[in-house]
Nanobody, 124 residues
């Protein structure tokens, strides 16, 4: 699967930003998808995940109530709306996809494939 993230940029504290991830395979329309982020010297950390039908959403405590994950299966696109940005949100953000056949959320380990990421920098 090819995952292409976009929408990153340089932001100020408190601003909003929306990331997009285009996934190449229609097969993933019925699979859970997710967002992760990584800072230098640290492991990739879970941010949010969404079920295939958008009925279930999962968030890291650090972003809950500020970030909103969504998807448009007709466009094969995953989104991450980031509100009230903080400097600690600065990271490379990655879109994640599971192995084909892994339809549901099983925790952060669900995801096996990643895009190249998009940089988000939040200044104070």
């Amino acid at each position: 699967v090819q995952l292409v993230e976009s929408g990153g940029g340089l932001m100020q504290t408190g601003e909003s930003l929306r990331l997009s991830c285009a996934y190449s395979r229609r097969d993933y329309r019925d699979h859970v998808m997710g967002w992760f982020r990584q800072t230098p010297g640290n492991e990739r950390e879970f941010v949010a995940a969404i079920s295939w039908n958008s009925e279930s959403k999962y968030y890291a405590d650090s972003v809950k109530a500020r970030f909103i994950i969504s998807r448009d299966n007709a466009k094969n696109t995953l989104y991450l709306q980031m509100n009230s940005l903080k400097p600690e949100d600065t990271a490379i953000y990655y879109c994640g996809a599971p192995q084909l056949g892994t339809y549901y959320w099983h925790g952060p380990q669900t995801f096996q494939f990643w895009g190249r990421g998009t940089q988000v920098t939040v200044s104070s």
